[in-house]
């Protein structure tokens, strides 16, 4: 069994920062990538970053310059620090991880249950 578990989600202002963390648990031998989506009201969930295990990084054109994904493996946890949030990001954001539960096992990919991010004066 594993889960995953968002926080730091909240209503900001325009120009305002938050903080996301997802925290994986459960039965885990090894954690690789890890993501962060967003789905806003009416459209398609979306990637807005990923993170290697070994700290290579990615994100969407969107994001870029504003949004920063982290990760600390020793807490099997990731972050996206977000600045200059911008209304058009209100969204619900979602923690994804692939995951080893075992050596041998295969490779699944676990969703957190989502967080709400408002952004709105």
């Known amino acids: 069994q594993v889960q995953l578990v968002e926080s730091g989600g909240g209503l900001v202002q325009p120009g305002g920062s938050l903080r996301l963390s997802c925290a994986a648990s459960g039965s885990i031998f090894s954690i690789r990538a890890m993501y962060w989506y967003r789905q806003a009201p009416g459209k398609q969930r979306e990637l807005v970053a990923g993170i290697t295990r070994g700290g290579s990084t990615n994100s969407s054109d969107s994001v870029k310059g504003r949004f920063t994904i982290s990760r600390d493996n020793t807490k099997n946890t990731v972050y996206l620090q977000m600045n200059g949030l911008k209304p058009e990001d209100t969204a619900v954001y979602y923690c994804?991880?692939?995951?080893?539960?075992?050596?041998?096992?295969?490779?699944?990919?676990?969703w957190g249950q989502g967080t709400q991010v408002t952004v709105s004066s």
């Open positions: 994804k991880a692939d995951i080893l539960q075992t050596e041998s096992a295969a490779l699944m990919g676990y």
